[in-house]
């Protein structure tokens, strides 16, 4: 029996410390983990100086806090890394810069909501997954028993790291039912509560709803045998199945909000998983939906096909002009691609110049895209060269080696290229290939000074956006955006408000002001990919466009009303909008 129990103690004890030890381990490895994320910045995030300026923000300070909470973390797990992650990438107050990790679950529950005056609202619902008679125009008052502000403030606190910007509020608005394991977000199951006034009701109804779950199929904390050392590897060296320099990720740069991605890639979960109505494309992605909560602003004229790629059509305005629609979902050209959906956009320009007075042109809720593909859609909407925002980029060897190998490339293919060659949409001309191949001379020029942050300079040399050689809308143009307009959604209307092209209406846009790189490392912490702005643009004016986006020529903040009763003021506030176009001119 003295034997037995000496065993067990001895067991025990060897138990214990090796849960000691793995605990420690697994917070070395962490630490180091941490390391290499910090080096990535030091190399390549661009905005440092300006964030330092703006935010208070530094990399040592911040990467020190996060060790800290590694550290002081009793027993931690993969979950608390990851949060610990997120809070550092969201201390940069950046929309390209984020954290996305592998997993499979999300959460939704069948309701959308928006805020007005510091209220909220359901603007949407999906029927076809609830029988709880919430609608449209109903009050959020609690949720899980809590006042819905709390609830919210407690999400912009724990889930951005903005909290007072307008962005951050309609993020979290989101965020509400909508759930991502990918984001490093908790993912809920089971029952919740809410309490809603009905729209005309003055009495207070509780409801239960069941958050729709998408199962977590990789499972972590598992501990690490077998862990190998951490090596950096860029997502732009990945190699590609196509090997022309032409795909290469240079001549692709992103400019779109870093969190898009796992979003869209859960709503393919949710659509799947749900029956619901086709026609309510705004519930299940407002980010890059085809049709955002506008709605009809006039009397139908024309429409454009449902199966087309733009929700377009042309209306008449109280003012009695035959006024162009199209919505910009984002800056990718969706499933027909760039080059096919910058074709469709130019026929649309070219009917819109013949048979309207003026055109809107719908971005809220754009997550942004590709740079060649928004200069494709910009160069339609002008007969003048726009002058262009110049950017100040971080480079590497990398960078210079890319240079270096196909300055001789694009020479050759100046001279040999075909008709109808375009990138992402946007025809490749004599011209361009000049300023491409200056602009791989400038960053062969800059490394060679020394230099690894740039001086100013024009992105792919492209000074002066020269119009499209066969459409062209030269007539009144109103650009609606708001705070949920990320990145090519940034600066897409700053281009046209520093040419004084068009009148711009509606709130702040994000303020996402560069171009992204992605970027990942071999890890046991399920971290897929991060992602940052490695540049930073200056508009005419020098200001750049990071944090501060653009500001609209005609601010319009949505009412309770709006939220209520079908965006009716928004919708006259527009068509006012339009009326002072013709009066500017």
Not at 87 to 105: G, L, W
Not at 119 to 138: E, M, W
Not at 349 to 357: E, M, S
Not at 468 to 475: C, D, E, I, L, S
Request: glycine letters at 6%; hydrophobic letters at 35%; a neutral charge.
């Amino acid at each position: 029996m003295k034997k037995t129990a000496s065993t067990i103690i001895l067991s025990l004890v060897t138990f214990f410390c090796y849960a000691a030890d793995s605990d420690e381990l697994r917070k070395s490895k962490m630490l180091s983990d941490l390391d290499i994320i910090k080096n990535s910045f030091e190399v390549k995030y661009a905005p440092s100086e300006w964030k330092r300026t703006y935010a208070q923000w530094d990399l040592n300070t911040q990467i020190e806090n996060a060790k800290s909470q590694i550290l002081s973390t009793p027993k931690i797990t993969v979950k608390d890394y990851q949060k610990i992650l997120r809070t550092f990438f969201n201390s940069t107050r950046d929309y390209h810069v984020a954290i996305n990790f592998y997993s499979t679950s999300a959460a939704f529950l069948p309701f959308r909501i928006k805020s007005a005056a510091g209220r909220y609202f359901i603007i949407s619902v999906d029927h076809k997954s609830t029988d709880v008679p919430i609608a449209k125009g109903d009050e959020l008052l609690e949720f899980n028993g809590r006042p819905i502000q709390a609830v919210m403030d407690d999400l912009k606190k724990l889930e951005q790291g903005n909290p007072e910007s307008l962005t951050d509020q309609a993020k979290a608005e989101i965020l509400l039912t909508e759930r991502i394991g990918a984001h490093g977000n908790d993912v809920p199951s089971g029952e919740v509560s809410i309490a809603v006034k009905h729209q005309g009701s003055k009495k207070k109804s509780t409801y239960k709803l069941e958050w729709m779950t998408v199962d977590e199929e990789i499972k972590n904390d598992k501990v690490y045998k077998g862990f190998t050392a951490a090596a950096v590897k860029m997502a732009a060296n990945i190699p590609r199945d196509d090997k022309s320099f032409l795909k290469h990720p240079f001549l692709h740069k992103s400019m779109r909000a870093g969190f898009y991605k796992p979003v869209k890639d859960a709503v393919k979960k949710y659509e799947m998983a749900q029956t619901r109505d086709p026609d309510d494309d705004f519930f299940v992605d407002p980010l890059g939906s085809k049709k955002s909560f506008i709605p009809y602003l006039g009397q139908l004229l024309w429409q454009n096909p449902d199966q087309s790629n733009f929700h377009a059509y042309i209306y008449m305005s109280p003012g009695q002009k035959r006024i162009g629609y199209i919505r910009i979902s984002d800056y990718e050209g969706g499933a027909a691609g760039a080059a096919n959906a910058a074709q469709e956009f130019a026929e649309l320009i070219a009917k819109f110049q013949r048979d309207t007075d003026a055109l809107v042109i719908d971005q809220i809720y754009n997550p942004g895209g590709e740079v060649f593909y928004m200069y494709a859609l910009a160069s339609m909407l002008t007969n003048k060269p726009f002058d262009l925002p110049t950017h100040r980029e971080t480079i590497t060897q990398e960078d210079v080696l890319y240079a270096l190998n196909n300055l001789k490339n694009f020479k050759k293919f100046r001279a040999a290229k075909k008709q109808d060659e375009n990138i992402s949409g946007y025809p490749i001309t004599p011209e361009l290939v000049e300023s491409i191949s200056s602009h791989l001379t400038f960053v062969i020029d800059e490394w060679n000074a020394g230099r690894t942050f740039t001086n100013p300079g024009y992105l792919y040399g492209i000074q002066k956006l020269q119009p499209h050689q066969r459409v062209n809308f030269t007539k009144p143009l109103l650009i609606l955006v708001n705070e949920m307009a990320f990145s090519c959604g940034d600066f897409l209307p700053a281009i046209l408000q520093d040419n004084k092209r068009a009148t711009i209406f509606g709130t702040q846009t994000a303020g996402a002001g560069g171009y992204v790189i992605e970027q990942t490392h071999p890890n046991l912490f399920g971290i897929q990919e991060y992602t940052f702005t490695a540049s930073v643009a200056e508009r005419l004016d020098k200001k750049p466009i990071e944090n501060l986006g653009v500001t609209p020529d005609i601010i319009y903040n949505l009412t309770t009303d709006d939220l209520q009763n079908n965006y009716v003021g928004y919708m006259n506030a527009v068509n006012s909008a339009v009326d002072g176009l013709f009066k500017k001119k």
